[in-house]
C-alpha cells in the first residue's frame, strides 16, 4: 500500500489567496484526521471524518477552514482567504475505525502564507 | 478526556536504555495507551500501544502499572536514529463520542554519540 498521499507536500501562497490541501488515505480506511502542527501550539486536531461523515470540527479555528470527504478515497481541507497565521505543517491521517486504531499519517503539506 | 503529562526534552547516549514515564491520571476504563514517534519533516508513527501491564514488539517495551495512572515507554539501546519526538496519547479513539486520541506536546529525545 502506498500509504496516506498528501499534495501538495510545500505550498506557499500570499494573503489572501485560496489554498486546497488534499488527502488519499489507506484504502479500506474509515477514519480520516486533519491535522496542524506549528512549533508554538503542537500537533492540533483540525476535524475527522467517519465513513465520509464530519464527526467533530470543533478543532476548526475559524470559518475560514473548511473540510469536506466527498467519498472514501478522497478529502480536501480549504482555507479561504488565508493568512500569514495560518502557516504551518498540516498532516492528514487514516485509521481502519476510530476505536484505539492506529492512525497513519500522510508526510505533511507544508504551508507559508506571505 | 484524559490529559497526559510528559517530560519535555531528555538526553541520552547511544546503547542506553531510555525510558519515557507519562502520568495520565484521569484515565477511563475504555482508555488505552498509544505512544507515537515523531522525526522531523515527517509524521508521527506508531509505536505501541497498551491497556494493563506489560507490552513488547520489536521496537519498543510499555510498562503500565496496575492502577493505570502512568505509564513507561522503553526503547532498549537507542542510536543516534531513535532522535525523535515522542507523544503518550491517552483514550478510546472516539469510540464513545470523545475526541480521539488527543497529541500533547510530547518529549524530545535527542541521542548523542
Redesign the interface.
Known amino acids: 500500500d502506498a500509504g496516506?498521499i498528501q499534495s501538495p507536500r510545500h505550498e506557499v501562497t500570499e494573503m489572501g489567496q485560496e489554498v486546497t490541501l488534499r488527502c488519499k488515505p489507506i484504502s479500506g480506511h474509515n477514519?480520516l484526521?486533519w491535522?496542524r502542527q506549528t512549533m508554538m501550539r503542537?500537533?492540533?486536531?483540525l476535524i475527522?471524518f467517519?465513513n465520509n461523515v464530519p464527526?467533530?470540527d470543533?478543532g476548526m479555528p475559524e470559518d475560514r477552514f473548511s473540510a469536506k470527504m466527498p467519498n472514501a478515497s478522497f478529502s480536501t481541507l480549504k482555507i479561504q482567504p488565508s493568512e500569514p497565521r495560518d502557516s504551518a505543517v498540516y498532516?492528514c491521517?487514516s485509521?481502519s475505525?476510530?476505536?484505539?486504531?492506529?492512525?497513519?499519517?500522510?508526510?505533511?503539506t507544508r504551508l507559508l502564507v506571505l | 478526556l484524559a490529559k497526559t503529562t510528559q517530560p519535555i526534552s531528555m538526553d541520552s547516549y547511544e546503547g542506553q536504555e531510555v525510558n519515557i514515564t507519562c502520568s495520565h491520571n484521569n484515565i477511563a476504563t475504555n482508555d488505552?495507551i498509544?505512544w507515537y514517534q515523531q522525526f522531523p519533516?515527517?509524521?508521527?508513527?506508531?509505536i505501541i500501544?497498551g491497556y494493563k501491564t506489560k507490552v513488547t514488539n520489536e521496537v519498543a517495551s510499555l510498562f503500565i502499572p496496575a492502577d493505570r495512572k502512568s505509564s513507561t515507554l522503553s526503547l532498549p539501546r537507542v542510536s543516534l536514529s531513535d532522535t525523535a519526538v515522542y507523544?503518550c496519547l491517552v483514550g478510546?479513539?472516539?469510540?464513545s463520542g470523545n475526541?480521539?486520541?488527543?497529541?500533547?506536546?510530547?518529549t524530545r529525545l535527542s541521542v548523542i554519540a
Open positions: 496516506v477514519s484526521f491535522y503542537g500537533l492540533e486536531l475527522y467517519n464527526i467533530d470543533s498532516f491521517a485509521s475505525s476510530l476505536y484505539q486504531e492506529t492512525q497513519y499519517f500522510g508526510p505533511g | 488505552y498509544t519533516s515527517q509524521g508521527p508513527r506508531f500501544q507523544y478510546d479513539g472516539g469510540y475526541t480521539p486520541l488527543v497529541f500533547g506536546k510530547g
